[in-house]
C-alpha cells in the first residue's frame, strides 16, 4: 500500500479547466471516493493518477516518490474500469494472469497469486470459463481480481458498478468493500451514485465544476454539509433562505419562507448577528409529527404522497407562503394526498449553510 498525494492539479482543454487546483492526502489503506456529477472532472483526476493523463501542473506523489513523469505500468497502480476490459477470448485465469505474465512473474508463483485472488472473490472455480459465460457481477470479479493480484500500492476504480443492476450493485459493493479491508490497499473510487459513496468510503471528496467542494467523512457530508451543492447533491435535502431575527440561549430565531425556525448556532453562524441573512438545509427524514408546546412548526397541505414500505415520501406546499417542502414520515403513518399535516423540524437538525444567502 502507499500513502497518495495530489498537490494543486490543474488539467485545462482549450478553453475548459476539467481540473482547477485540486489536492488531496490519502493515507495507506484508506478507501476515498471522488464523488460528483458528470463532467465535473472525478475520472480525469483518477487518469491523472494512473498516469493515462498528464496534469498541466501540480505534482502527484506515491509515499514520497514524484511520480510526474513515471509511466502508467510502472506506477504500481491498478484500476478496475467501468465496462471490465476483459479479454473475450480469454480464460477467466488467463485474464487474471495477464498482468503477471506482463510483470514476467514465474508460473508457479503465477499459479499462486491467480489462484489466490480468484479465491477472494469467490471465482475459483470458474477459471476455466470465458467472460461471456459469466453474469456481469461475475465479470466485474474477475476485473477485481486482476486488478488486485498484480499487488499494486494503489488501487482505482473507475464507476466499476454502473453496468450492474440496482440489487447486485448493492451486493457487489460490499463485496469491494470488504476486500479492500482484508488486503488493505490505498484506494481511490469514482461514482455519481451518492448512496454509494456514503456505504463504501472512509472518506468522501465531493467535486464540481474541477474543484474540491467538501472532503470529509460520510456522516459528516451528509449530516454536515459546508454549501448548498453539497447538501443538494448528497441526498434530498430541504434548501432555504432566511433572515435572523433574534438570539436566545445558544439558538437563533430565523425567519423563513416555511415560517419561524428555532435553530441551533453552529460553526457557520458564530460570527452572525440578528438581521443578517443565512443559508440552511435540513432533511426531509429530520420532520415528526408536530405536538402542542413545541417549536418550529409547519403546516401544510399534502401533494404527493408517495407509499415506500417503509416510509411515506411527502411532498407538502405550506400554508400562507405557499412554498413547497420534501418530508419522509415513517411508513407505519398512512397519509393520503390533500389531507391537511402538521409538522416539526427540531433545532438541532437545521444545517447552517457556509457562503451565506448567496451560497
Not at 432566511?242 to 453562524?269: H, Q, R
Request: charged fraction near 25%.
Amino acid at each position: 500500500m502507499a500513502r497518495l498525494r495530489l498537490v494543486n492539479i490543474q488539467k485545462q482543454y482549450g478553453s475548459l479547466k476539467v481540473i482547477d487546483g485540486i489536492s488531496l492526502d490519502v493515507a495507506e489503506g484508506e478507501f476515498i471516493t471522488l464523488l460528483g456529477p458528470s463532467g465535473c472532472g472525478k475520472t480525469t483526476t483518477l487518469k491523472i493518477i494512473a498516469g493515462f493523463i498528464q496534469p498541466d501542473d501540480g505534482e502527484i506523489y506515491f509515499d514520497d516518490d514524484l511520480v510526474n513523469t513515471v509511466a502508467p505500468n510502472k506506477r504500481s497502480a491498478s484500476m478496475c474500469f467501468q465496462t471490465y476490459a476483459l479479454f473475450p477470448h480469454m480464460s477467466v485465469w488467463n485474464n487474471v494472469a495477464f498482468g503477471l505474465k506482463m510483470q514476467k512473474v514465474g508460473d508457479e508463483e503465477q499459479k499462486e497469486r491467480v489462484y489466490s485472488a480468484l479465491k477472494i472473490v469467490g471465482l475459483e472455480s470458474l477459471g476455466e470459463r470465458k467472460p461471456s459465460q459469466l453474469s456481469g457481477g461475475q465479470q466485474q470479479r474477475v476485473a477485481l481480481a486482476r486488478a488486485v493480484v498484480t499487488r499494486p500500492r494503489i488501487l482505482l476504480f473507475d464507476e466499476p458498478l454502473s453496468n450492474l443492476d440496482a440489487k447486485l450493485r448493492d451486493r457487489v459493493r460490499v463485496e469491494i468493500r470488504q476486500l479492500q479491508r482484508e488486503l488493505g490497499i490505498t484506494s481511490i473510487y469514482v461514482t455519481h451514485d451518492q448512496a454509494e459513496a456514503l456505504v463504501i468510503s472512509d472518506r468522501i471528496v465531493v467535486i464540481n465544476a474541477g474543484r474540491v467542494e467538501q472532503e470529509d467523512e460520510p456522516y459528516e457530508i451528509y449530516r454536515r454539509p459546508k454549501n448548498s451543492f453539497v447538501a443538494d447533491f448528497i441526498g434530498a435535502a430541504n434548501i432555504g433562505k432566511g433572515k435572523i431575527t433574534g438570539e436566545s440561549d445558544g439558538c437563533y430565531s430565523v425567519e423563513t419562507a416555511y415560517g419561524s425556525f428555532i435553530m441551533g448556532k453552529n460553526d457557520a453562524l458564530q460570527e452572525k448577528k440578528p438581521g443578517d441573512m443565512i443559508a440552511y438545509s435540513w432533511r426531509p427524514e429530520d420532520v415528526e409529527l408536530y405536538s402542542e408546546g413545541k417549536t418550529n412548526r409547519i403546516e401544510g397541505i399534502i401533494d404527493q404522497a408517495i407509499f415506500m414500505g417503509n416510509m411515506t415520501d411527502l411532498f407538502l406546499t405550506v400554508s400562507g407562503s405557499g412554498a413547497r417542502l420534501r418530508a419522509q414520515m415513517a411508513g407505519r403513518i398512512y397519509l393520503k394526498e390533500g389531507e391537511k399535516l402538521s409538522i416539526r423540524v427540531d433545532e438541532t437538525n437545521f444545517c447552517i449553510l457556509g457562503g451565506g444567502a448567496d451560497d
